[in-house]
């Protein structure tokens, strides 16, 4: 299975609230293994930007530790599986821990 899996950084770390952060790293998936990364800057936050953006990129998943209701219907619809409430802060760990179903998640810290 083949998947490409959005995480939000900013200062090198997990961000919290994927909507307000400084970069997008893509971990480019085949058969549960990272093959490739790729850092991308997003566009300004603005409503229905990011998913638009991500689902261009190919995108297929993303690992939040908050997101607003609305976006993860618009993700929804676009065949993305959110997975918010991540618990973490390095990145490579948390695609690591999804990938082998070990993935820590908490409560959805956004609340918009």
Sequence with gaps: ???????PVAQ????MH???CEKFIIFEVENKKV???TAIIPPPH????????LGEQGVNCIIAGGMGMRA????AE???KVI???IGTEPNKLVEEYLSDSLQKGNNICDH
Excluded at 1 to 7: D, L, T
Excluded at 46 to 53: I, N
Excluded at 72 to 75: I, R, Y
């Design 84 to 86: 918010v409430g991540a």
């Design 46 to 53: 603005a409503p229905g930007v990011l998913p638009k953006f």
């Design 78 to 80: 676009n065949g993305v």
């Design 72 to 75: 993860q219907e618009l993700f």
């Design 18 to 20: 994927f909507g307000h």
């Design 35 to 37: 093959k490739n990364t």
């Design 12 to 15: 090198g770390q997990f961000a």
């Design 1 to 7: 299975m083949n998947e490409k899996i959005a995480v």
